[in-house]
Structures are given as structure tokens and as C-alpha cells.
């Protein structure tokens, strides 16, 4: 039996490929804060210290080996100008895209970070995070990638159009998208995160031609991860990555989040000395887990990805939903208490 580790260094053995004490568990939880606190979930995060609490709470009621200082993917579109709807059971979604004609494209400023209160709070969560964990617990934040920003930004139809066009309108929202992007994963750095995801659904082949997305979203990624200061992860957001594995190998991220529909152990297998798998638990299906699905689940993954480190358990999506009850959740950490001890025969 490997002696205990703290969060930070069970992270850090399983990303240099090695064995730490146990399986790392990432619970991506955005919006049960706001249940542990009694709040909205509009109100929760509405004030940094609100989600910051509700952070360092989950983490040691459900035993995740990270805190999660991300907020709401609609945030980046707020920042640029967008509105943002909240509901009372899930995720803020964008509302109406700031660019409603292509035209829009060439009079969109980049946001600065220091100007968008938005952002701010989101830096200010981050800041609380790092100073809670004390260097003993990763801090994990996100990006949205450049290449898929623009579907808050324009619209999903409207954006796929502009893809297609091959008009040079799109690579001048790339590179607005992209000088954003770097600033805003930087700032995060500096704010305290041990790892930012590259939120890039777009990516996966399950959207997208991979000939297209090698002569676009690519090149977007491989320029802004390489002048991000710090570790990122590719995030499909529960989109396939067996498929694109070795374009997602050349954009430099260190890890990628792939998808309940992935085969584990193949991409395991692909990904093995050169970047950490996460995934690949069904957050949709979490929903309706008996204890016992549960720890069959954490089970059937821990079998396929763990040996060898290189493997965070976590959800397939960046987010477990809201609707998922505590019970799963506790079924999860203790599953990953009992199956996840190295070694694992």
C-alpha cells in the first residue's frame, strides 16, 4: 500500500504516469454550492465568497481530490457583451449572440479582463480557492477554446455557416477569440489555478470533419495552449476523443476529458505516457444511480484506465448536473476509496 497523499500530490504522481496512493476523483460539481449554502442558484454566483465556500464544503463532504473555480461557461460570452439566462434547476445559458451578421465580426473589441466584472468574480473565486487549498488541493478553472466560443457568440447555425464559407471573416474572430483566450487563461494562472481545461466541444468528431477541424480548430489550439503559462487539458465536453486523440496529442495539453461513449481503455492506451486521461462517468445517467450502479461504474473505469496512473476519475461533461442527488455522490467517493487503492490487484 502506497503511503497517503495529500490531493495535490496524488494529482501530480497520477500526471507523471506513475502509481500514487489511489485514483484521483475530480467531482466537477458547479451548482450543488448553491444547495449547501441554501441559495439560488442566480444568487450563488453572484458573489465570489458564495461559491468559494460552497467549494471548500463539497470538497470535504464528498472526498474530491480538487476544488472546481469555474462558475458558468456563458460567463466568456457575458464578458463579451452577451446576456445571460438563469434558471432555476441548471447551467446559465447565453442569450441573444452579440454578433447577429457576419459583418459584426469586424466590430467586436476584445474584452479586457480587468474591465468585466463578470470575469473579476471569477478571478476573485479562484484567488479564495488557491489560498483555502494551501498548496494541498488542485485548483482546476476553464477556458472556452476560440475555435468553440463563437457558438454563444453567433449562434450554433450561424457560426457552422462561417466555417463552411471559407470566409476571411473567420479567421478574424479567431484571432480576436484567440487574444482573449490567452488573457483569460493567463489571468486564471495568475490568480492561483493549478490547471485551466480548454473547453473545445467543437473539437470532437461527433461535431465536426476532422480534415476541418485539422485546418482550423486545431491550429487555434495548438497557438493558444502554447502561450498559456500553465497546464491545460482538452475538454470535449462529452464529445468523443478516441477518434482525435492524435490531434489532441499536438496542441501541447497535458491531459483530455473524453467521453462516456469513448472506449477507456483504448484511449488509455493512446493517450499512455503522454497525456492523463479523465473521464468517464455518465453525469446524465448519474442522475438516476442506485449506490450500487455507482460503485459499479467507478468500478468498470477504474479497471479499464487506472493502472499505470495517468487516470483522473471524473464526470464526462466538466459539470455533474444539479439534479444529481448527495447519495450518489458519497456512493462515488466511497467506491473510489475501495476500488481505487493501489495497487490495484
Same mark, same amino acid.
Given at each position: ?14 500526471? &507523471?504516469?506513475?502509481? $500514487? +496512493? ?42 474530491? +481530490?480538487?476544488?472546481? #473555480? ?7 460570452? &457575458? ?12 447551467? $446559465? ?41 494551501? #498548496? ?9 477554446? $476560440? ?13 457552422? +455557416? ?184
Amino acid at each position: 500500500m502506497s503511503e497517503y497523499m495529500t490531493p495535490m500530490q496524488r494529482t501530480l504522481k497520477t500526471m &507523471e504516469f506513475c502509481e $500514487p +496512493d489511489r485514483v484521483p476523483l475530480f467531482l466537477l460539481l458547479t451548482m450543488h454550492g448553491a444547495k449547501e449554502l441554501g441559495l439560488s442558484i442566480k444568487n450563488y454566483f453572484s458573489e465570489p465568497e458564495y461559491v468559494a465556500e460552497g467549494q471548500v464544503r463539497l470538497q470535504k463532504k464528498f472526498g474530491s +481530490d480538487c476544488y472546481f #473555480g469555474f462558475t458558468y461557461a456563458a460567463l466568456e460570452a &457575458e464578458a463579451w457583451g452577451s446576456d445571460v439566462i438563469f434558471i432555476d434547476n441548471g447551467p $446559465p445559458n447565453a442569450g441573444r449572440p452579440v454578433i447577429r451578421e457576419p459583418e459584426d465580426i469586424e466590430k467586436i473589441q476584445v474584452p479586457e479582463i480587468s474591465e468585466c466584472p463578470c470575469l473579476q468574480n471569477t478571478l476573485s473565486i479562484v484567488e479564495r480557492l488557491n489560498k483555502a487549498a494551501d #498548496g494541498n488541493i488542485p485548483v482546476i478553472s476553464a477556458a472556452v477554446s $476560440p475555435f468553440s466560443l463563437p457558438v454563444m457568440q453567433m449562434g450554433f447555425e450561424g457560426y457552422l +455557416d462561417l466555417i463552411y464559407s471559407g470566409s476571411p471573416l473567420f479567421d478574424k474572430l479567431m484571432k480576436k477569440n484567440e487574444q482573449f483566450c490567452i488573457s483569460w487563461a493567463n489571468a486564471l494562472f495568475d490568480a492561483g489555478a493549478t490547471a485551466v481545461a480548454y473547453f473545445d466541444p467543437l473539437a470532437s468528431p461527433d461535431i465536426i470533419d476532422s480534415e476541418l477541424f485539422r485546418r482550423t480548430g486545431l491550429l487555434t489550439a495548438k497557438r493558444v495552449i502554447s502561450k498559456v503559462k500553465g497546464p491545460m487539458a482538452m475538454h470535449l465536453a462529452s464529445g468523443r476523443a478516441l477518434p482525435a486523440i492524435g490531434d489532441i496529442s499536438e496542441t501541447g495539453c497535458t491531459g483530455v476529458a473524453v467521453s462516456a461513449f469513448d472506449d477507456l481503455a483504448a484511449v488509455k492506451e493512446a493517450c499512455y505516457g503522454k497525456i492523463t486521461v479523465m473521464g468517464n462517468l455518465n453525469g446524465v445517467e448519474m442522475r438516476r444511480w442506485t449506490d450500487d450502479v455507482a460503485e459499479a461504474k467507478v468500478k468498470e473505469a477504474i479497471s479499464a484506465a487506472g493502472h499505470g496512473g495517468g487516470f483522473i476519475l471524473t464526470d464526462n461533461h466538466g459539470e455533474i448536473p444539479y439534479q444529481v442527488p448527495d447519495s450518489v455522490l458519497y456512493a462515488i467517493g466511497k467506491a473510489v476509496r475501495k476500488w481505487g487503492q493501489y495497487p490495484l490487484d
